[in-house]
């Protein structure tokens, strides 16, 4: 089955800086790769996702990339703000008709110091 | 829309009893997936349910099933519980042809 790991596991960053989260997943043929943001005490929220025919993606001060030929891929939050601070969760999935199952890593505790 | 919702939010057991979990997904979605959390173990992935059907399975024993209704309501039961199956239980849905999952806010599960 499928294998993702994260890192770093903890992440401190200062105010105004960009913050890097890295995951790397094992089936090749994984093609859909979700990471969630979940603050303490709520649920996972779904911040940003990727497809496998694609190699960057970005939305506002997120974005993420993707390498297919590495099997590796990586959130990038530039500007952190205080409210930024949260466990972040990579995902991958085979996205075909029949797949919802998501295989998670095992999460980055993001904390920005003002 | 209405988000997706679960209940209870919290419940206390004891090892030996069973306990069922329900889900309501978002309006019109029509698949349904269990996942457990904890510290140890992280997220991991327990079945998904789609049109009253179980497609996948995660690696949990047989303790754990589960059930979806024909409006795709969702439960999920645990019998003879154990003191590690203390964990937040959340469940996902998602629809159409998009991949995305939306999780709702968890069950928060406690075995003495």
């Known amino acids: 089955g499928e294998n993702v790991e994260q890192h770093p596991s903890t992440l401190s960053v200062q105010e105004g800086d960009s913050a890097v989260i890295k995951c790397t997943y094992s089936?090749?043929?994984?093609?859909?790769f979700p990471w969630y943001k979940q603050e303490l005490g709520k649920r996972p929220q779904l911040i940003i996702d990727i497809r496998s025919n694609v190699g960057e993606k970005k939305d506002q001060r997120i974005a993420v990339t993707l390498n297919k030929t590495a099997k590796h891929f990586s959130l990038h939050i530039t500007e952190t703000q205080p409210e930024d601070s949260a466990v972040y969760f990579c995902?991958?999935?085979?996205?075909?008709?029949?797949?919802?199952?998501?295989?998670f890593g095992s999460g980055t505790q993001l904390t920005v110091l003002p | 829309k209405a988000g997706v919702t679960q209940t209870p939010r919290y419940l206390i057991k004891t090892r030996g009893q069973q306990v069922t979990l329900s889900c309501s997904p978002i309006?019109?979605?029509?698949?349904v997936s269990w996942y457990q959390q904890t510290p140890g173990q992280g997220l991991q992935f327990l079945f998904e349910y789609f049109s009253e059907t179980q497609r996948n399975k995660g690696n949990f024993p047989g303790r754990f099933s589960g059930r979806q209704f024909s409006n795709s309501r969702s439960e999920m039961n645990v019998s003879t519980l154990e003191l590690g199956d203390s964990a937040l239980y959340l469940c996902a849905s998602s629809g159409g042809r998009g991949y995305e999952q939306y999780f709702g806010p968890g069950t928060r599960l406690t075995v003495t």
């Open positions: 995902a991958a999935s085979q996205a075909s008709g029949s797949a919802r199952q998501l295989t």
């Open positions: 089936d090749s043929a994984s093609n859909y």
């Open positions: 309006s019109g979605h029509r698949s």
